[in-house]
């Protein structure tokens, strides 16, 4: 009897020294696929959210507490996200999670999310169509990437027929819905307009790069619009080089590629080519070279390069931690209104801008490919765009904004009718 009391009191100690412990860090969930045809892209954003974890710890951590990582690896399986993120906010319980890529592993975690109360900080451009109270959106909307892109080869290079090319799920699909209406409303005939969407990890891209080139040889400058995700970017630029495409005949601009996915690629042939997003490495400014010395010592290799998501993770963390200092807790309810109309510098020398439509105020930058794999800057906004949740060229989305402060407090309120539509996303 008296050795089970002894073990009664032994483990009582365990768990109340536990519960301190765990009382005594912020857990932050890290959401990225490890594995799969996105850890192409996602791994870094995972190295990203570390070093802004440690870099954070060497500060004091938050409110008196360190900061502690709680990675996860969801595989590039997209039902997975939402089964991973259950684990990190019930299992974890998580304050906050950084992380997904594609639109698919967003959608999935949505409605996690908002069961649960989570947050979650989305770092890559996306099809916009959304706002959700429980996700801030720190990538790219539509209007802050893909329609500049179509203006720039429109207004600078003469393009008038369009190849919009992409990854088979949601985010191509729509931005290509959102760019076809965008383009006829410009007087483009549908008829000058190619449309072709591919599996994710594909690879044989004989038969649709010779469908472009045919395409593409009528006589009138043609162009392509690249929502390919992932690891078929590598299969697709090098089929371009081998038929002997190059930007000055078929400009390829994309949505999804960047430094980090030109590290593994022979980037001779796709000089000239293309990117559309709010930062690159190239970009001159003291916090891109701070930033990217700290990225080169934390990961012992100066060789790593930064890329547009790594910022949008980077502005969205610096929000999330600004944020917490100011409401003096990690409640979600008290963090998500301290958030808006926060400022944090950029990378590229300005200021990021937290909406109430909960979108960036960000600006936009279009690179062409140098053969050292990194991108020379074509052209800059001259300010910040402010992130359209809904599209204008839509006409289902023409009519909505979001707002998450009273009196509207929703996520796609409907201008004509006064209302809310739908879900409150």
Known sequence: MKKLKILIAVLAITIISSIS??????????????????????????????????????????????????????????????????????????????????????????????????????????????????????????????????????????????????????????????????????????????VNYTPFGHSDWQTIVADIKVFGSTGKKTGVISTINGDANVPFYKELGNVGIDATDIPVIAFSVGEEELAGLDTGPLVGHLAAWNYFMSSESEENDAFITAWHKFTGNDNRVTNDPMEATVIGFNMWAKAVEISGTTDVDTVRPAMYGLTVPNLTGGIAVMNTNHHLTKPVLIGEILDDGQFEIVYETPAGVIGDAWTDFLPESANLVADWTPPISCGNYNIKTGKCSGQNY
């Open 21 to 194: 412990i765990a009382a005594d860090t912020i857990k932050v969930g890290v959401l990225h696929s490890l594995s799969g045809t996105m850890a192409i892209s996602e791994t870094t954003l995972k190295d990203t959210v570390l070093m802004m974890i440690e870099e954070q710890n060497k500060k004091g951590g938050l409110l008196g507490k360190k900061l502690e990582a709680v990675v996860v690896d969801p595989a590039s399986d997209w039902p997975l996200f939402a089964e991973k993120t259950r684990e990190l906010l019930q299992v974890h319980n998580v304050d906050v999670i950084f992380g997904c890529w594609t639109s698919v592993s967003r959608k999935s975690v949505l409605p996690v999310l908002e069961e649960l109360n989570g947050l979650l900080f989305y770092p890559v451009q996306y099809e916009g169509e959304e706002s959700s109270k429980n996700v801030f959106y720190t990538g790219a909307a539509p209007n802050q990437q893909a329609i500049p892109a179509v203006n720039y080869f429109m207004n600078e290079l003469g393009v008038e027929r369009w190849v919009l090319a992409g990854t088979d799920y949601v985010y191509p699909r729509t931005t290509n819905k959102i760019l076809k209406e965008y383009l006829m409303s410009k007087g483009v005939a549908e008829k000058d307009i190619m």
